[in-house]
């Protein structure tokens, strides 16, 4: 029987153990969209999963979503990540950078520009900006003769990952953003060869994984969906067939992993299993939802044919999680007042478990 803790082979990576550490924004980035040294502190201590899979990274400028957050567009940015990535390889980990183009979900008080987004429909609710939440603003609707080059910036900032050390990219094509705000119904109301009927609603994301693999290789390209989310007001219809037909188009390049969430129901979520020939990292609960995945829901999706386990507020309070996992001692509750105030409390400050005699 497949357990969380046997290796498994992912592309190029011998892993040690089947738990991976979903992408969690953090807002510890320095000016400039810089990594820092407590960065490197955060990951390294987190190295005993299998996978670490990094917080959003923004491709380019306009790709920014939130303040604080870290970039993947200039030698600066690529600099500062390589004490990261040798952090994490040091402590015998491997990470991937996670690729967040933001669209619509941004603000010209976090990027001095204006959101731009497959129409002009503007996201639900406040986004985050340095003064505070702010309404989401209406984006400027693409050009057909831009929308290229946005789906190019992930694998510029892939080409970037590699060289700052990343073991690979994964490509954020959930929770709203932009590749998801082109998958969408009600996000996405072009009129071209970029919206409407299924195939063409899905050609961004399949245009921007097949640049990325062409720029650093499919083994070091993966990327995460959310099938039917309502993340930030996007709306999906026809979710069984959209996401069938991604990832029967994804299937042509071999990838290292689809990343799924469970925001769909679980028939739908095992008809996308069987669907994908590949490796499948899932993540068994709705990110900030109620619940956290623990060792019962992880080992019912690795029955269910997932080959990985995604866990993330988990890690957040329990830098030792794979060995907590192993051995059923207590995970300890995260702070979310901490998730995103910056400074090293809430993030450096959890330690391992204390055994006591």
């Known amino acids: 029987m ?9 592309g190029g990576l011998d892993l040690p153990n089947r738990v991976v550490m979903a992408p969690m924004t953090r807002v510890r980035a320095a000016a400039g969209g ?60 491997r990470i991937f950078a996670q690729l967040m183009h933001g669209g619509r979900v941004s603000h010209p008080d976090t990027t001095g520009l204006q ?13 985050f900006t340095p003064n505070g939440p702010r309404p989401a603003p209406l984006p400027r609707a693409l050009e057909t003769s831009e929308v290229p080059e946005h789906a190019r910036s992930y694998a510029d900032a892939a080409r970037r990952a590699v060289d700052a050390g990343f073991d690979g990219v994964e490509l954020h094509g959930a929770n709203g953003y932009l590749i998801s705000q082109f998958l ?10 970029y ?52 990832l029967a188009e994804l299937a042509r390049f071999d990838l290292a992993y689809v990343h799924l969430e469970a925001t769909a129901d679980e028939d739908v979520l095992i008809g996308l299993r069987r669907a994908w020939p590949g490796i499948l990292i899932m993540n068994p609960v709705v990110p900030m939802g109620p619940k956290q995945t623990d060792r019962s829901t992880a080992d019912h999706w690795l029955d269910l044919g997932a080959e990985l386990i995604s866990f993330g507020r988990a890690f957040v309070a329990n830098p030792d999680l794979v060995e907590r996992l192993r051995t059923g001692v207590p995970i300890a509750p995260v702070d979310p007042g901490t998730y995103y105030q910056g400074g090293d409390a809430g993030y450096l400050t959890y330690p391992a478990y204390q055994y006591t005699a």
């Open 195 to 246: 919206g409407g009927p299924i195939a063409n609603r899905i050609r961004f994301a399949v245009e921007a994984v097949a640049a990325t693999v062409d720029a650093v290789g499919a083994a070091r390209t993966g990327i995460r969906l959310s099938p039917g989310a309502t993340f930030w007001g996007v709306e999906d219809t026809e979710v069984p067939e959209l996401y069938a037909a991604l």
């Open 2 to 10: 497949t357990t969380l803790f046997d290796r498994y082979r992912l």
């Open 115 to 127: 959101p731009v987004g497959p129409s002009a429909v503007a996201a639900v609710g406040d986004v």
């Open 34 to 93: 810089l990594a820092t040294p407590s960065m490197a502190a955060y990951y390294a201590q987190r190295a005993t999963a299998g996978l670490i899979v990094s917080e959003g990274v923004q491709p380019s400028p306009i790709g920014q979503s939130n303040p604080g957050t870290p970039g993947l567009h200039t030698d600066e940015q690529v600099a500062a990540w390589r004490p990261v990535t040798d952090a994490v390889h040091a402590n015998g980990g």
């Open 184 to 193: 969408s119904s009600n996000a996405n109301l072009r009129t071209d060869s």
